[in-house]
């Protein structure tokens, strides 16, 4: 029997190792020892991971998916009368905004569409007028089309104005190289079954120290209160306050030294990189076309326009490439007719390259037209 039915060409969850996998073939219990180490180790590699030697960084994990997580910053780290700026360009960083309304919080979102990065200009300009903002959120890659945010700028921009800043780095880290202080990122957040190749069931929150220190007490949730996660795993030198998923975290701890095996981020980065190019280029020597501009395109998911052709449905595309061994992702967006491919996981060029020959296939002339209608 083959190890997977198709390979997972989906933002998350991923295609992950057999090795991965191999480790969650045990029980766990959760106090003892060993356990409680092996949650610390992952806490201090993933602090290396995104801080690198810089002090002052701390990690929690926390229990859920990505949005747990992303929820757990939001309704922890802002205090009563505080004020959210959420830069958005896609359904995340909408989410981000959604999650805020949702909480009490006052909040003022700058939209830049869907189709264009987030503006670090316009942000200056809103901390310019709104002295009331004291954080500011952002996506880094948005998962929506797969554009990748500058964040820098934006860190740059919350940084002159004395913002904490906040970003939702689900979809890009581990997959390419942070530096959270030379970022200004005071909250960085991503999750197991991103580009770690973990399997889903719990997400990180990165953290400044001395910033977390102050959220004590102003959770607006039980379960999702990061401080007192932090607090507890701190103190009880890694323990969950409830219920760990402790097989999910083994298969973590096995997916991060899986990563430090294939030479570190910068390593995978070049993986996922040349996955990216070699989809990119295949799909569009057989008449597709990528939605975004390559200058603006992350190297893990990238949307298509649909082909040109009348007979084409999302549903039965997806479905012969099923039976074909690969899985992708319908589209997100209002202003076009998209969908998506994911690069990321345990996926290679030569896959990319298969994939791209079978679409050839099972589109028959249907993109060679939309082609030569263009040309
Ligand atoms: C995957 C993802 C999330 C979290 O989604 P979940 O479904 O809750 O895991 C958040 N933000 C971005 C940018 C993502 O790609």
């Known amino acids: 029997m083959p190890d997977n039915e198709y390979l997972l060409l989906t933002p998350g969850p991923l295609t992950t190792t057999k090795r991965v996998k191999a480790a969650m073939l045990r029980d766990w219990c959760t106090w003892d020892r060993d356990y409680n180490g092996l949650v610390q180790d992952i806490r201090a590699r993933l602090v290396t991971l995104g801080a690198g030697r810089a002090e002052g960084y701390t990690c929690v994990l926390m229990q859920g998916s990505g949005t747990f997580c992303v929820e757990s910053v939001i309704g922890s780290v802002i205090p009563q009368g505080g004020k959210l700026a959420v830069l958005t360009n896609g359904a995340y960083g909408d989410r981000i905004a959604q999650m805020a309304r949702v909480l009490g919080i006052e909040t003022a979102v700058l939209d830049s569409g869907e189709l264009s990065p987030v503006s670090p200009g316009e942000l200056e300009e809103l901390l310019r007028r709104d002295e009331a903002i004291t954080h500011v959120a952002v996506v880094h890659s948005e998962t929506t089309t797969g554009m990748l945010n500058p964040i820098a700028e934006v860190g740059a921009a919350a940084k002159k104005y004395g913002k904490t800043f906040i970003v939702d780095a689900m979809s890009s880290f ?10 200004h990122i005071d909250f960085l957040i991503s999750s197991a079954n991103k580009c770690i190749q973990g399997v889903p069931g719990f997400g990180f929150v990165l953290a400044r120290t001395e910033e977390l220190k102050r959220c004590e007490g102003q959770a607006r949730s039980l379960s999702l209160d990061l401080y007192d996660q932090w607090d507890t795993m701190e103190r009880q030198s890694g323990k969950w306050r409830f219920t760990s998923p402790t097989h999910v975290v083994r298969a973590f701890h096995e997916a991060l030294k899986e990563l430090e095996d294939e030479g570190g981020i910068k390593a995978r980065f070049e993986r ?34 649909y082909p040109d052709s009348p007979d084409f449905t999302f549903l039965a595309f997806y479905e012969e490439l099923k039976k074909n061994g690969f899985v992708i992702y319908p589209g997100k967006i209002s202003a076009a007719q998209t969908f998506r491919i994911g690069s990321i996981g345990d996926i290679h060029p030569a896959d990319m390259r298969r994939l791209v020959r079978i679409i050839a296939d099972v589109t028959g002339g249907t993109a060679a037209t939309a082609a030569a209608t263009r040309n």
């Open 174 to 183: 581990g997959g390419i190289e942070m530096d959270m202080s030379g970022l």
């Open 272 to 305: 996922y990189t040349e996955n990216q190019r070699t989809l990119s280029e295949g799909m569009e020597a057989i008449g597709f076309r990528a939605l975004l501009d390559p200058s603006v395109q992350s190297p893990f998911i990238t949307s298509f326009y």
